[in-house]
């Protein structure tokens, strides 16, 4: 069965700190990762994901991610923190083959002055 | 590209009406839509998965007959719940899976379900 764990269901940094939300998943066959980030009231936005090749994925608004299979985790980075990066981030994973998302519990993020 | 509308974005009904939710995905075809409910401060829950033709498959727990799916072309889902009782208000999220290997999902904006 697949699972994923986040790491803390909150972080707080200053603004311009990086930012490193924490994703690690358990899978028993080659995993497909995605982040997605949530503001209050709407939908889940697709910032990245990673199926198969480069290990390092970036995605939008300059986030990016690292596949690292020995460690089994896909930890979200950001370098420097803008206010409107506010929000729920989600850390989802799938087998392929047509198979339902398993979402993570979501980090909400706070960016503070 | 890639955009999933949700219709209506919040909706507020009485107890024992029946509510319709509308999931298209306005620039691409999905066989495959999915419903979430999602509760205040708390991860997504997957209702059911709606495929093209075919009947919705529903997670453990979530009652077919309360929760009524169809998905009757290429571009619209429908969520339907039936006689809504205050314990069904929540915020409910379908997503659209695009037609390749990834099974990337594409999430619409959701809906606010409030039933007095």
């Known amino acids: 069965a697949q699972s994923v764990t986040q790491l803390g269901s909150h972080v707080s940094v200053s603004e311009g700190a990086l930012v490193l939300l924490r994703c690690n998943y358990s899978?028993?066959?080659?995993?497909?990762l995605f982040w997605y980030v949530q503001y209050p009231n709407q939908g889940l936005q697709l910032l990245l994901k990673?199926?198969?090749?480069?290990?390092l994925v970036k995605g939008i608004n300059g986030f990016e991610a690292e596949f690292k299979k020995s460690e089994t985790s896909f930890h979200l980075t950001k370098p420097s923190a803008h206010m409107s990066d506010a929000a729920e981030y989600f850390c989802?994973?799938?087998?392929?083959?047509?198979?339902?998302?398993?979402f993570g519990a979501g980090t909400r993020l706070a960016v503070h002055p | 590209g890639a955009v999933v509308s949700q219709h209506p974005s919040r909706v507020i009904c009485k107890s024992g009406t029946s509510v319709k939710i509308e999931c298209r995905s306005l620039?691409?075809?999905?066989?495959?839509m999915f419903w979430y409910r999602q509760f205040p401060k708390q991860s997504l829950m997957l209702m059911a998965t709606?495929?093209?033709?075919?009947?919705?498959?529903?997670e453990q727990g979530v009652e077919k007959d309360k929760f009524l799916i169809n998905h009757a072309s290429l571009t619209l889902s429908t969520l339907t719940v039936t006689s809504a009782h205050p314990e069904d208000s929540s915020f409910y999220i379908c997503?659209?899976?695009?037609?390749?290997?990834?099974?990337?999902?594409?999430f619409g904006p959701g809906t606010r379900l409030t039933v007095l």
């Open positions: 709606s495929n093209e033709g075919s009947k919705a498959t529903y």
């Open positions: 899978s028993s066959v080659p995993p497909y």
């Open positions: 989802a994973v799938t087998m392929g083959g047509y198979n339902k998302l398993i």
């Open positions: 997503s659209a899976r695009v037609l390749d290997s990834t099974d990337t999902q594409y």
């Open positions: 620039d691409f075809q999905a066989t495959t």
């Open positions: 990673y199926t198969t090749g480069a290990t």
